[in-house]
């Protein structure tokens, strides 16, 4: 039980990040989307994995192309 109770807190701070960061990123081309992706580095000689819960991207187009761009993606 202690195991989902700390799965259910875990996945309610990273929502509370993503829309706290969303609603600051509003008005830009910048958009944050919750993810769960595993990264492996090399780090002070030693192999390991980073896990990644949100990621920014950040697009440098005009708002009109943004737009376009993402309702051009199939649902």
Request: proline residues 3%; aromatic residues 10%.
């Amino acid at each position: 039980m202690e195991s989902i109770m700390n799965t259910i807190e875990h996945s309610m701070i990273i929502t509370n990040f993503v829309a706290t960061v969303h609603d600051q990123l509003r008005n830009s081309t910048c958009k944050v989307f919750p993810d769960n992706v595993q990264y492996k580095r090399y780090v002070n000689g030693e192999n390991k994995t980073v896990i990644s819960y949100a990621t920014i991207i950040a697009l440098f187009l005009p708002e009109k192309d943004f737009d376009e761009l993402f309702d051009s993606i199939e649902r």
